[in-house]
């Protein structure tokens, strides 16, 4: 069961390489209840989760475009299973078409984002999974462009 908290813990994983935060500061600088990943590699996504996991996070904030969602969901599957947190995106990728269909616009931001959550305004995705043929363990998960890449 998630810790009781008078205010929500997000991890915030932003991808530094995304077309919006190419050469941008981290506009959120240091936030109380936000917890910033900013791995500069695929590989570095296991910690993060692994981290956000064993802390409870009840948000997981993304900052990336499709390719971005489909890494964090598929590298936090064997973290959070069918039981994730909510996740909340942040769209500054080249390619944003999840966001464009969960009707986000390019200047969402995390408070708001935070504030729709507060009104129990939330929108329902799954990710379609796409795994090998001769091997059902090596998955991806996706959505829409993000997934249609494999």
Request: charged share 20%.
């Amino acid at each position: 069961m998630a810790p009781a908290r008078s205010e929500p813990l997000v991890g915030l994983i932003r991808n530094p390489r995304s077309h919006g935060n190419e050469g941008a500061d981290d506009p959120l600088g240091e936030r109380p209840g936000v917890l910033v990943a900013t791995p500069r590699k695929r590989s570095e996504l296991q910690g993060i989760l692994a981290d956000f996991a064993a802390q409870n996070v009840d948000y997981i904030a993304i900052d990336g475009g499709d390719g971005t969602v489909r890494d964090v969901i598929t590298h936090g599957a064997s973290y959070f299973g069918e039981c994730w947190p909510a996740l909340i995106l942040l769209p500054s990728g080249k390619t944003n078409a999840l966001a464009h269909d969960l009707g986000i616009t390019a200047d969402w931001t995390l408070a708001d984002a935070l504030a729709s959550a507060r009104r129990e305004c939330a929108v329902t995705r799954h990710p379609l999974v796409v795994a090998q043929r001769d091997d059902e363990s090596a998955q991806v998960r996706g959505f829409v462009l993000g997934a249609g890449a494999f």
